[in-house]
């Protein structure tokens, strides 16, 4: 029965359910009743596998199919009206196209199986900068992840009243056929088509499809950004509390920053840090002249291997309860276990496709990109701001990527276009979590090439445009907390001890510290960076680490040209004169 009036909802349902034709129609409440069932009925099928309830309460284990373990680029589609729209980046199908054949593979998709009706909304319910959706799906793994992610629940129904304003997605797992799986999105439908694939990015259309690529256009249209960037609040020992973005690609630090936890040096003194969001911030302009941020999302979906007590607790410890882990090693007594969580791995467990592992083997019993879906509630550093509907004030935003070379630990940008031309040129190795070669360089501008919606040029314009918005714009800057020795031995130790940069990040928004300023930007002084209680950073390699130099930047800006060439006529000019001045500067 439907639980809801609204007629475009109704329509939309009964067009989907008629193509896919589900043996029954199930509209959620989103009740822990409903959810329960769920999961109890996901077990008795084989989906689910309950975990010790001892040793993680309200937990489940669950296995991807192998050939459907990360997100799909080559498989994800802008079909908005026009190719140029969509940019080099993106690819690109006509509507009608896609559209048929699309329906030739959702044709009688779900025959056999349920339709459930998922209402979600990202960001807290009735907030400012809340955006609603509704997916339908035959996979309970989805629901049941969904629930997690997404504030999930009858009030949406009741929030959403009778508008039209809402996102569409329709998802099935279909036959898991590769060659047929497609992740579509409509921008100007507000649409969105995922079929064989049940990986969370590719199915929990939430996610990344709508809180990124169709909310990247929203913001374009609406005059605000949707953006692949962590909320950390950091707390300095008066016990003031200063607000910043970072976006790094995937497996370069980003979880790590966002549940951050101070050194013992900095604990001792009274800093906090406290996490808003992991992955995803809507940034929005303020009455007061800044941008706010809200985290739209309510869970997070982390990548499992390299998570431990050591790299990342906060991480760690969210996942002690009411969680599900997909992929990972499968231990004998109910409890999980994945490469990097600790030095003593099961002798005695089950891989993450099902096969009897043993660690001798030398085979890996985790997949590199298995995941971890918590709710942000179990986090211990989650923000007491994390439900705050108005959001949180940005003081700063930083880009980084993972440099063995050339890029210096930290510099500030010049302004906000050249802030914009710092996010541009983003570069860093390429991870278990998108297809390729890992380790491969890659430009990622602002860590959004794959999730941008619309033409990147243009998004670059839109972020140039965004400064007329806000009178009190945050500062920007990029770091790099992977430089290397010629040996391959990382420079800075990373992790906790980042808090010792973003000390200089919070002084220099509050310009009560000093910088060198270079035709980079403007760059730390060694002295400015406290490192007391950190010996195994010596002085001299400090100051390699906020050092620039001209000749390895000359290689460097070589490839930003090629890089911008993709862009063609539409790379916004502030841009290209930021290009211009670095140029003139390597010679």
């Excluded at 200063?242 to 050194?263: D, E, H, Q, R």
């Excluded at 880009?399 to 050249?418: C, D, E, I």
């Excluded at 400064?467 to 010629?486: A, C, H, L, M």
Aim: proline share 7%; with cysteine.
């Amino acid at each position: 029965m439907a639980l809801t009036s609204n007629k475009h909802v109704l329509d939309w349902v009964k067009e989907c359910a008629d193509l896919c034709r589900p043996d029954e129609v199930v509209w959620l409440d989103g009740s822990e009743e409903e959810l329960a069932a769920l999961r109890r009925q996901a077990v008795e099928e084989g989906i689910l596998i309950k975990l010790n309830e001892e040793k993680l309460p309200g937990c489940y284990y669950h296995r991807s199919n192998p050939n459907d373990v990360a997100r799909v680029e080559s498989r994800t589609f802008i079909c908005c009206e026009k190719q140029e729209d969509a940019g080099p980046t993106n690819n690109w199908m006509a509507p009608d196209e896609m559209k048929a054949i699309l329906r030739d593979i959702y044709d009688g998709c779900m025959t056999g199986r349920k339709m459930y009706v998922i209402p979600y909304s990202m960001s807290v319910v009735g907030s400012p900068f809340a955006k609603y959706g509704f997916e339908l799906t035959d996979s309970i793994y989805v629901v049941l992840n969904m629930a997690i992610m997404t504030r999930m629940g009858k009030d949406v129904y009741d929030a959403l009243g009778d508008s039209p304003d809402f996102i569409k997605g329709l998802h099935s797992a279909a036959q898991m056929d590769p060659e047929k799986r497609y992740i579509v999105h409509f921008p100007q439908e507000n649409s969105i088509f995922s079929v064989n694939s049940a990986y969370g990015g590719n199915a929990l259309l939430g996610k990344k499809c709508f809180a990124l690529r169709i909310a990247s256009c929203l913001g374009r249209d609406e005059g605000w950004l949707a953006e692949h960037m962590l909320i950390l609040g950091i707390q300095d020992p008066q016990g003031k509390i200063t607000y910043v973005c970072a976006a790094f690609p995937s497996a370069c630090g980003k979880t790590n920053l966002a549940m951050l936890i101070p050194p013992e040096y900095y604990r001792k003194k009274g800093w906090k840090c406290w996490t808003v969001g992991d992955d995803i911030a809507w940034l929005r302009p303020g009455p007061d002249g800044r941008l706010w941020a809200v985290n739209p999302e309510n869970g997070f979906f982390g990548v499992a291997p390299g998570t431990s007590a050591k790299s990342n607790p906060n991480a760690l410890e969210s996942t002690r309860k009411n969680t599900i882990f997909t992929n990972v090693v499968l231990k004998k007594d109910g409890t999980v276990w994945w490469e990097g969580m600790d030095k003593n791995p099961p002798t005695d467990a089950e891989d993450w496709k099902g096969n009897p592992w043993d660690p001798a083997s030398g085979v890996k019993g985790a997949h590199p990109n298995s995941r971890f879906t918590a709710p942000a509630k179990n986090c211990p550093c989650v923000s007491p701001e994390f439900d705050n509907p108005q959001g949180v004030p940005i003081s700063a935003i930083i880009f980084g990527g993972r440099r063995a070379r050339t890029v210096p630990l930290v510099y500030q940008s010049k302004s906000w276009a050249h802030g914009v031309f710092t996010g541009s040129i983003m570069g860093s190795e390429k991870t278990a979590a998108a297809e390729g070669q890992v380790g491969e360089l890659r430009r990622d501008p602002m860590a959004m090439l794959p999730f941008c919606g619309y033409h990147m040029a243009d998004y670059w314009q839109h972020w140039l445009d965004m400064e007329g918005k806000i009178s009190d714009p945050p500062k920007i800057f990029n770091v790099n907390w992977f430089r290397t020795d010629e040996k391959g031995n990382f420079l800075w130790p990373g992790f906790g001890e980042n808090l010792r940069v973003l000390e200089w990040i919070l002084g220099r928004c509050k310009d009560s510290v000093g910088a060198v300023e270079t035709p980079l930007g403007y760059l730390p002084r060694p002295e400015d960076i406290d490192l007391t209680g950190l010996d195994e950073v010596p002085a001299d390699t400090l100051r390699e680490l906020v050092s620039v130099d001209p000749a390895a930047w000359k290689g460097e800006v070589a490839d930003i040209r090629t890089h911008y060439a993709k862009f063609g006529d539409k790379l916004p000019q502030a841009l290209r004169d930021c290009l211009k001045d670095l140029e003139s500067w390597v010679g």
